[in-house]
T-cell receptor, first 111, second 115 residues
Framework: GQNIDQPTEMTATEGAIVQINCTYQ??????LFWYQQHAGEAPTFLSY????GLEEKGRFSSFLSRSKGYSYLLLKELQMKDSASYLC????????????FGKGTKLSVIP | ETGVTQTPRHLVMGMTNKKSLKCEQH?????MYWYKQSAKKPLELMFV???????ENNSVPSRFSPECPNSSHLFLHLHTLQPEDSALYLC??????????????FGPGTRLTVL
């Protein structure tokens, strides 16, 4: 089976840095996605990692270690609008439809 | 972002009703997906269509019936649902569906309540 673990909730202060972790055990690995989902809205794509290392995209960075089955999403200079759920998803197959999602981490940014 | 639209946004139905959810994508993609999102549970893939052919059906009860008349439109027909089917139903599309790196783009979802 596929198993993806993320913390359920996190709270951080505006302007700070927060790291959201994701660990996975899947039958295969062909990449890891991070999505952001504001309450009542569609999930939106943030990042895709398939090789080990850090991918930086503005205030957001995503890291992958395939040997450890581990990824994190790093959010810098937090803003109130970053309050949302962050979904980790692993593709365990060759096609795009073998995507397994974690339950998501609800991040609350406080003043 | 209006690349993927879904109607209706909210739906309340009784267990004996028949209703349909509609999804339309304006991104020129070839693959479309239905997901179910329940509280405190991960997104669950229900159906996948690639070039209008169903390529994945994740053991979904027959009271959910998908239809993909063309690569831009996807429907989910609902009949004799149960209260536990109440959830957010999300539609997504992706360029091809054949690559692991294919990014899926989601619609805003239909919030379904079954009474």
């Amino acid at each position: 089976g596929q198993n993806i673990d993320q913390p359920t909730e996190m709270t951080a202060t505006e302007g700070a840095i927060v790291q959201i972790n994701c660990t996975y055990q899947t039958s295969g690995f062909n990449g890891l996605f991070w999505y952001q989902q504001h309450a009542g809205e569609a999930p939106t794509f943030l990042s895709y990692n398939v090789l080990d290392g850090l991918e930086e995209k503005g205030r957001f960075s995503s890291f992958l270690s395939r040997s450890k089955g581990y990824s994190y999403l790093l959010l810098k200079e937090l803003q109130m609008k970053d309050s949302a759920s962050y979904l980790c998803a692993v593709n365990s197959g060759a096609g795009s439809y073998q995507l397994t999602f974690g339950k998501g981490t609800k991040l609350s940014v406080i003043p | 972002e209006t690349g993927v639209t879904q109607t209706p946004r909210h739906l309340v139905m009784g267990m004996t009703n028949k209703k349909s959810l509609k999804c339309e994508q304006h991104l020129g993609h070839n693959a479309m997906y239905w997901y179910k999102q329940s509280a405190k549970k991960p997104l669950e893939l229900m159906f996948v269509y690639s070039l209008e052919e169903r390529v994945e059906n994740n053991s979904v009860p027959s009271r959910f019936s998908p239809e993909c008349p063309n690569s831009s439109h996807l429907f989910l027909h609902l009949h004799t649902l149960q209260p536990e089917d109440s959830a957010l139903y999300l539609c997504a599309s992706s360029p091809a569906g054949t690559s692991a790196a294919d990014t899926q783009y989601f619609g805003p979802g239909t919030r379904l309540t079954v009474l």
